[in-house]
């Protein structure tokens, strides 16, 4: 009683027996929220649990906000992943629930740690980006901001060889797909059949074959050339024998 100044006798009439678990269980910034938001936010604590109230106290307007807009979503994904949801939705809007949906704690973490950098990165690119800035940190950062080719590496290149390449970024997205063709080609050639199956929606398996068969192509054309060269040589060598 003391306090809440009084005001939970006055509220507990008012809004019924509640106000006093919560006032008990928050605290008398409960008190203020009840009687501030009245109805409505007990309202939404009773439809989504007592998370509500302990939101709302910790965050207030905002808080308040993103829970009566989307309501049992957000007050799940707060008691999953901590309070800083909750937060994060206030700050960057709708798509934080659907990234935390998606990619969990590590969402979390790297909404906290980018903040609105990563989500606009994500907005013009794709959810893939959180996923690879949570695999990759800053360097995962960098490369996807050279867009959705930047995406394309990450996402066909192991993270072993990923890590061992990431030096490259600094050159440019274009000198680091060289280099990584020269410095790891069986990783890249690998990355290249998953993206090419990725790409066409079909079976790595037949890419593999269809490359092989345009290999043979490039190679028997490229003996053929190969013996074309060596023909002059081929008859100077015939009139040497003649000669001996």
């Known amino acids: 009683m003391k306090a809440t100044n009084g005001k939970i006798l006055n509220l507990s009439q008012q809004y019924g027996d509640d106000v006093v678990r919560y006032v008990s269980q928050y605290g008398s910034t409960a008190g203020d929220v009840i009687e501030r938001y009245g109805d409505d936010i007990l309202t939404l604590a009773h439809k989504y649990g007592d998370d509500v109230i302990k939101y709302t106290t910790i965050y207030g307007e905002d808080g308040f906000r993103v829970i009566q807009k989307h309501g049992k979503d957000i007050v799940l994904l707060g008691s999953i992943y901590g309070d800083n949801v909750i937060k994060l939705s206030a700050l960057y809007g709708d798509e934080v629930i659907s990234y935390v949906s998606k990619y969990g704690t590590n969402g979390v973490k790297v909404i906290e740690k980018y903040g609105n950098n990563v989500i606009q990165m994500a907005k013009s690119h794709g959810d893939d980006v959180i996923k690879y800035v949570s695999m990759y940190g800053d360097d995962g950062l960098k490369l996807a901001g050279k867009g959705k080719a930047g995406l394309l590496v990450m996402r066909f290149l192991s993270p072993r060889v990923f890590a061992k390449c ?71 060598l015939r009139v040497l024998k003649r000669f001996v």
């Open 166 to 236: 990431v030096k490259f970024i600094k050159y440019g997205l274009v000198a680091s797909i060289l280099l990584i063709f020269l410095t790891h080609p069986i990783a890249f050639l690998s990355g290249l059949i998953s993206f090419l199956a990725w790409l066409f929606c079909t079976s790595p398996v037949l890419i593999i074959i269809i490359l092989c068969f345009i290999a043979v192509f490039f190679l028997i054309k490229f003996l053929k050339n190969f013996k074309v060269f060596f023909r002059p040589f081929s008859l100077i």
